[in-house]
């Protein structure tokens, strides 16, 4: 690492050694590595007085209070969440999970990126309304099946949808006593829709936390589907704390969330208004688009004054992207902003490339490498063609990609999505042009009807 850049390290204090299974290097977005419109560690140091409201809150969250995500990895009752998990495991080989957005992004995200090959239980999530995609439930032999509802409000039409649309089937396979022992709800309205179905139908129904869809996935939302599918909540929840410890830190350059935060707030100020999430390592792909909807959804609105903010979030795939994207990244405006996910124990995973051909130019560089190698080495190349063509960046690495290090990841991104909505000026909590879509479509149902 070059000098400058270790000196800038520990100016801030956020370095690559930290305790915990996931490194921060943010040295590309700071001064001293890409050019005259570089920010200096100082500038993000002075946006700590911004975050002095903030900070109070986030105790309050952590101890309880609503919205009381935080508080998640610190719940009782993993214990009764396993238990579940088990005595469902062993009476079906398979979930279906209706959801969309929040209900289902964060479960799929957990399942995908932590699950062993194969797993003990197969876990499906169907998180849109595509006729053509629901089709095929219809013939799906529902005996070994489970179907797991999820919808915070019990309104969402989506879900409704999907349930109300396929429930005659069910009732016809199974009648009204064993469809009961194949259907599990988890709503948190007793108003809404979906709980009064339930109730009538004499459903089991789960609580959904009193958080939002986006934030629950540390919850029965995310948990459930993530055990059913063997993975390892305990230590998932584990890196969790630890994360919301850290993120508890009240000095901001001891803080990740509010120092990482700052530091990209300051690039928006730039005119950096993209935020490109880009994985090296298919296992974390998943992550991009559940942080996806976190960051869109908590970020994209007006402020008090009216003035429209946020950050359009991209998720991309590397190396797939690179051949696609990174020449718009590199020559196309500088508009963006760069986090990569990777998990550098890639790099001794995969065949050999034997010998054979090595007379070919092409293949010569390749000879004796892992694919993890190559995998890990374009991106370096890529890291380093950013910065070379002055695009801020910064790493994210999860040396195992294990559950330990997902839970730590999982709580930074939510802190730090709250800690941009301070700087911005807007609620992390709420979606208002969101519901008036919810509102349309209904209205569109409603008179097509007639």
Known sequence: MAPGITATLRATRIDVNQTGHIKIDATGLLAGTRGESDIAPAEVAALAPRFDDLQPRLRAWRAGAAPSFLALPFAPDTAAILARARELARRFRRTIVFGIGGSSLGGEMLVQALSPHPAPHAVHFFD??????????????????????ISKSGDTAEILSQ?????????????????????????????????????????????????????SVLSVVGLLPAALAGVDIEALLAGARHMTERCAQPDIDRNPALWNAGAQYLQLARGRRQSVQMAYSDRLYPVTFWWRQLWGESLGKRDAAGRACGLTPVEARGVTDQHSQLQLYLDGPDDKQFTFLVNPDLRNF????????????????????????????????????????????????????????????????????VAMAELLGVDPFDQPAVEEGKVLAREYLTKSSK
Do not use: M
Request: glycine share 6%; aromatic share 6%; charged share 20%.
């Open 350 to 417: 995969g065949e050999r490339v034997p010998a054979r051909f090595a007379d070919l130019a092409a293949v010569a560089p390749l000879v004796g490498h892992a694919t993890g190698e190559l995998f890990l080495a374009e991106f370096e190349a890529t890291r380093a063609t950013l910065a070379r063509h002055g695009r801020p960046q910064r790493t994210l690495a999860l040396p195992h990609a294990d559950a330990h290090a997902l839970g730590e990841l999982i709580v930074l991104l939510e802190t730090e999505t």
């Open 128 to 149: 849109n309304v595509d006729p053509t995609t629901l089709a095929p439930l219809a013939e799906h032999d529902w005996s070994d099946t489970l179907l797991l509802v």
């Open 163 to 215: 349930f109300l649309s396929c429930l005659p089937t069910f009732e016809d396979r199974f009648g009204s006593e064993a469809l009961r022992e194949h259907i599990l709800v988890v709503t948190e309205n007793p108003r809404g829709a979906l709980y009064q179905i339930a109730d009538r139908l004499g459903l089991e129904i789960l609580p959904h936390p009193p958080v939002g869809g986006r934030f």
